[in-house]
C-alpha cells in the first residue's frame, strides 16, 4: 500500500487446536492440529438442519445487514455443521458468541446454539422495530397537532377571532387592576410570560391559568371601610344579643382604640387587630356574635368551622406540584369575602385533629400571630399575603384542649351559661319572634304567659345554652300552629297547661330536696364543657374491714380525691366524733351518678369528705346545701375553676347555700347579682368549716401548725 500498510485475505479451511506457539516474530508461528467435529446422521439433525435454515430466511427479511444472495449461498450447503458455521459468521454478534460456537466440536450442539443465536436476534430487531414504530407515531402525532394547531391560529386570525391572545391581554389588564404588591406582581408577570410560550391546549396553561385567576381575585388592596361610630356599635350588639357584656365591651374598646391610633399613627403603620377567643358551652352566641360583630363595624363575615380538619393543607394549601392543587381555607375565604379585613371566624378550634397528613394547630400559629401574619404563605400562591387587617376571632368548648402555643396568641373571653330570667329575656327578645315568623303565625295568634315559659325553661330544658329552648319552641309553635290552621282556635296563650299539653310530661324533675336530705348524699357542683351542673356524691357502708369502693365511671383524679377524704376521715376520726375503729367494721363505698358519664376533676373532694362524715354520724346534710373545692390531706380547702359555672347551676337547681374556698372570693365580681340574690355563698378555708356549715358539727380546724421543740445537747 503507498501508505506502507499492508492488507490481507484470510480464508478459514479447518478447525484446529493450537499445540504450541513456536515463533512471535515476525508473525507468530505455531504447530496445530486439525479437529474434527462429530455427529450421528439421524432425523433429528435433519430437522434441525432445515429448522436453521427456515428461521435464517427470517432473519435475512427483517436484518438489514443481510442480503438474499447470502441466504441462496447458505441453503445450499448441505453439511450440517458447515452451515452452522455459515449462518454464525454472517450474524452481527458478540465475537465471544462466534467463538463458542466455533469450539463446539459436537454439530448436534452446535446447530442447536446456532438455532438460539439465530432467534434472539430476530426478537431484538422485531423489538427494536416496534420501539422505531411507535417512537415515529407519536413524533408524528406531535406534528399534526402542531400543524393543526398553527392552522386553527392562522384560521382565528383570519375570522378576527385570536382568541389565546385577547385571553392573555386580559389577564395583562386583570393583573394591573389587581395593584398586587411589587413582588407579588413579578411573580405574576413572569408567569404571564410563561403562558405567551405554551399552547393554549396544554394542561401546563391551564395550571398556569388557574394559578394566575387566584392571583388576580384576591383583595390584595380592597379594603371595606370600617363604621367607626362606637354608638352604632353598641346599639347593634345590643339588638341582636341579650347580656354578655364583657364581649361588647371588648369590641366597643377596639373600635374606639383604632380610632385613636388611626388618627394618631404615623402614615403606613401597620395597626393590629386583636385575636379573641370566645370559650364557653354549645348554645351561648359564640358564633353568632361574630356575624354581629361584622355587621357593627361594615365588615364582611367569614366563618370556617375546624371541627375535624386534621390535614395542614387545609390551613396552607397544596404545593402547585400536585394534581389539583388549591390553596388553604385561609385564602380561599378571602377572595370570597373580597376585602382584605374581614371578621374571620375559626369555629370549633379545639376540635382540630392531628394525623400523618400534619399539625393543623401548628399551622394556625401563624395566621393567629400578629407578629407574623402580615406575611402569611400559602403553599399555591407561593407569595405572602397580609392577613394584619383581618379580624380573626375563634370559638371553642374546652380551652385547655387547644395546644399551648396557639392558646398563648389568644386573648379569651368567657362565655358562661344562661341563668333563667336571661333565657326569659333571650327567648321573649329574639326566639319566640323568630319561630313565630318561621312558622307562619302572628304575633296575635300565639302568646307565651311568664309562668308557661319558665316551666318551658325549667322542666323541659337543662342547658347552659338556648339551643334546646329554641327547639322546645319551635315544636310548641308547631303544634299552635295546627290548632289554628284547622280552625279549633284563632289564636293559642302559652300557659303551664298548655306546655303539659303540648311537651307531655316534664323531662326534668328538680330532685335536690329528697335526694340530700338522706345521711351520706351531698350535692356538689361540676364544671363541664357544657357549662356548670350538679352531681350527688353518694356514700353507703357495709359490713367488712375497711375497703374503700368508688364507682360512677370516675376518673384517676376524681378517685384520688376520694381516697385522699377517706384518708382524712381515717386519721381525724376521733375529733370527728367518730368511731376510730370504723374501718375494721365496715367497708365504704362511694358512688357517683349516672353512671354512664365519665366524670373527672379535683373539686369534689370537700364533698366526698362530708358525705363520708354524713354517712358514719348517719346526720344528713342541710337542706338546700352544694359545695365545692379540693381538700389537702391537712384539711386545707383549695381553690376550683368555674365558680361562676357552678354558682349558676346551683341557682338553677334551686340550691339555697353552698360552700367554695376562701381563694375563689376573688371570683364573686363575676357572679350574676340575680343569683347572689338567691343563692348564698360562704367561703370556707379548711374541712372544720365545711363540716361545721354542713352537718352543724363543732370541730377545731386541725389545719393549725404543731408547737416546735428544740433540743439541746451539750458537747462532749
Not at 357593627?296 to 396552607?316: K, Y
Not at 337543662?462 to 279549633?488: D, F, M, P, W, Y
Not at 374501718?583 to 354512664?596: E, F, L, M, N
Amino acid at each position: 500500500m503507498p501508505d506502507k500498510s499492508r492488507s490481507a485475505i484470510v480464508q478459514g479451511l479447518d478447525r484446529v487446536m493450537v499445540k504450541q506457539y513456536l515463533e512471535p516474530d515476525p508473525y507468530y508461528k505455531g504447530l496445530v492440529e486439525k479437529v474434527r467435529g462429530f455427529v450421528t446422521p439421524s432425523e433429528e439433525i435433519e430437522g434441525i438442519t432445515i429448522n436453521l435454515q427456515e428461521i435464517f430466511k427470517k432473519l435475512i427479511d427483517i436484518a438489514p445487514y443481510l442480503s438474499e444472495e447470502q441466504y441462496h449461498a447458505l441453503s445450499s450447503i448441505q453439511n450440517p455443521g458447515k452451515l452452522a458455521d455459515k449462518a454464525i459468521s454472517l450474524m452481527n454478534i458478540s465475537t465471544n458468541e462466534k467463538q463458542d460456537v466455533l469450539e463446539e466440536l459436537d454439530i448436534k450442539k452446535r446447530l442447536d446454539k446456532c438455532t438460539v443465536l439465530i432467534n434472539r436476534e430476530i426478537h431484538r430487531i422485531e423489538l427494536g422495530e416496534k420501539i422505531q414504530s411507535d417512537v415515529q407515531d407519536e413524533i408524528s402525532k406531535s406534528q399534526r397537532e402542531y400543524f393543526l394547531r398553527e392552522q386553527m391560529k392562522a384560521i382565528q386570525k383570519e375570522l378576527g377571532e385570536d382568541g389565546g391572545g385577547v385571553e392573555l391581554d386580559e389577564l395583562d389588564e386583570m393583573i394591573k387592576e389587581a395593584k398586587m404588591p411589587e413582588k407579588v406582581e413579578k411573580v405574576a408577570r413572569k408567569e404571564l410570560s410563561r403562558m405567551k410560550k405554551i399552547p393554549s391546549q396544554s394542561p401546563e396553561y391551564t395550571v398556569a391559568r388557574t394559578y394566575l385567576d387566584w392571583l388576580v381575585e384576591l383583595p390584595w388592596s380592597k379594603e371595606s371601610k370600617d363604621n367607626e361610630n362606637i354608638e352604632h356599635a353598641q346599639t347593634v350588639l345590643d339588638n341582636d344579643h341579650y347580656g354578655l357584656e364583657k364581649v361588647k365591651e371588648r369590641i366597643v374598646e377596639h373600635l374606639a382604640v383604632r380610632n385613636l391610633k388611626k388618627s394618631r399613627s404615623k402614615k403606613g403603620e401597620r395597626m393590629k387587630s386583636p385575636i379573641l377567643c370566645f370559650s364557653g358551652p354549645p348554645g351561648t352566641g359564640k358564633t353568632s356574635i361574630g356575624k354581629s360583630i361584622a355587621d357593627s363595624m361594615d365588615r364582611e363575615f367569614i366563618r370556617i368551622s375546624l371541627g375535624g380538619v386534621r390535614d395542614e393543607a387545609e390551613i396552607r394549601g397544596h404545593r402547585r406540584t400536585y394534581i389539583g392543587a388549591l390553596p388553604g381555607r385561609i385564602i380561599a375565604s378571602l377572595k370570597k369575602a373580597g376585602t382584605n379585613n374581614p371578621i374571620f371566624m375559626l369555629d370549633e378550634i379545639d376540635k382540630l385533629g392531628m394525623d400523618f397528613r400534619g399539625d393543623p394547630s401548628s399551622a394556625l400559629l401563624e395566621v393567629l400571630d400578629p407578629e407574623q401574619n402580615f406575611s402569611f404563605n400559602d403553599h399555591y400562591l407561593e407569595v405572602d399575603f397580609d392577613l394584619s387587617n383581618v379580624m380573626f376571632i375563634t370559638t371553642a368548648n374546652q380551652v385547655h384542649k387547644i395546644p399551648g402555643p396557639l392558646r398563648d396568641r389568644m386573648e379569651v373571653l368567657e362565655f358562661t351559661g344562661y341563668i333563667l330570667s336571661e333565657k326569659i329575656h333571650i327567648a321573649k327578645d329574639f326566639v319566640i319572634s323568630k319561630q313565630i315568623e318561621e312558622h307562619g303565625l302572628r304575633k296575635q295568634e300565639i302568646k307565651f304567659t311568664n309562668e308557661g315559659l319558665c316551666l318551658l325553661i325549667e322542666s323541659y330544658t337543662r342547658e347552659a345554652g338556648v339551643r334546646n329552648l329554641e327547639r322546645q319552641i319551635a315544636n310548641v309553635c308547631r303544634k299552635s300552629a295546627r290548632e289554628i290552621t284547622s280552625g279549633k282556635r284563632k289564636s293559642v296563650t302559652i300557659n303551664e297547661q298548655k306546655v303539659f299539653d303540648y311537651l307531655g310530661p316534664k323531662k326534668f324533675i328538680p330532685e335536690v330536696a329528697e335526694r340530700a336530705s338522706q345521711p351520706g348524699v351531698v350535692v356538689g357542683l361540676a364544671w363541664t364543657a357544657f357549662g356548670g351542673d350538679i352531681l350527688f356524691i353518694e356514700s353507703t357502708k357495709m359490713p367488712g374491714k375497711g375497703a374503700l369502693k368508688l364507682t360512677g365511671k370516675l376518673g384517676d383524679v376524681m378517685k384520688e380525691s376520694a381516697q385522699a377524704a377517706y384518708s382524712y376521715v381515717r386519721s381525724n376520726a376521733q375529733r370527728l366524733g367518730i368511731d376510730p375503729a370504723f374501718y375494721k367494721k365496715y367497708d365504704i363505698h362511694v358512688h357517683v351518678p349516672a353512671g354512664a358519664i365519665p366524670k373527672d376533676g379535683p373539686s369534689a373532694g370537700v364533698a366526698m369528705i362530708t358525705s363520708i362524715v354524713s354517712l358514719l354520724l348517719n346526720n344528713p346534710v342541710n337542706e338546700g346545701f352544694g359545695m365545692t373545692g379540693e381538700i389537702s390531706l391537712r384539711g386545707n380547702v383549695l381553690p376550683i375553676g368555674g365558680l361562676k359555672e357552678k354558682s349558676t347551676a346551683a341557682h338553677r337547681a334551686g340550691l339555697k347555700h353552698i360552700l367554695a374556698p376562701a381563694l375563689n372570693e376573688k371570683d364573686m365580681e363575676d357572679i350574676p347579682e340575680i343569683v347572689l340574690k338567691d343563692l348564698k355563698i360562704s367561703f370556707v378555708k379548711d374541712v372544720s368549716e365545711v363540716l361545721k356549715l354542713g352537718l352543724g358539727i363543732d370541730v377545731k380546724s386541725l389545719s393549725k401548725p404543731r408547737k416546735r421543740t428544740t433540743a439541746i445537747t451539750a458537747e462532749a
